[in-house]
């Protein structure tokens, strides 16, 4: 798991930016031009853009940051002292039950 400068922070980066992109001027622009829409929110956040590209294409294409958010609280609980190959083993089986399972199968415990 990729430790993070800054969690809070981050999270109040991606708040922020979701704030200045639902504003009817942001909207408007993306009615308009979808690269204006991308170029415009850069310019305001470009060193997030730069930092975190991945988070904040996802954030620009208005997908759903609820697996991050989960991501993030995890490596909040390792930062408290919980068990990092616990939290670890947490999100890969959560991950796998959202993506891998519903292909291969769940494995049978034994």
């Given at each position: 798991?990729?430790?993070?400068?800054?969690?809070?922070?981050?999270?109040?980066?991606?708040?922020?930016?979701?704030?200045?992109?639902d504003t009817n001027?942001?909207?408007?622009?993306?009615?308009?031009?979808?690269?204006?829409?991308?170029?415009?929110?850069?310019?305001?956040?470009?060193?997030?853009?730069?930092?975190?590209?991945?988070?904040?294409?996802?954030?620009?294409?208005?997908?759903?940051?609820?697996?991050?958010?989960?991501?993030?609280?995890?490596?909040?609980?390792?930062?408290?002292g919980k068990n990092?190959?616990?939290?670890?083993?947490?999100?890969?089986?959560?991950?796998?039950e959202e993506y891998?399972?519903?292909?291969?199968?769940?494995?049978?415990?034994?």
């Amino acid at each position: 798991m990729t430790e993070f400068k800054d969690i809070d922070k981050i999270k109040e980066n991606i708040n922020m930016i979701i704030k200045i992109r639902d504003t009817n001027n942001i909207q408007n622009i993306k009615k308009y031009s979808i690269e204006k829409y991308k170029q415009t929110i850069t310019t305001i956040f470009p060193t997030f853009a730069e930092e975190y590209a991945t988070i904040f294409k996802l954030i620009l294409d208005n997908e759903d940051l609820s697996k991050l958010y989960y991501m993030f609280n995890s490596i909040n609980q390792i930062k408290k002292g919980k068990n990092k190959d616990k939290v670890e083993k947490e999100v890969g089986e959560m991950l796998a039950e959202e993506y891998l399972y519903p292909i291969v199968g769940k494995p049978d415990k034994k």
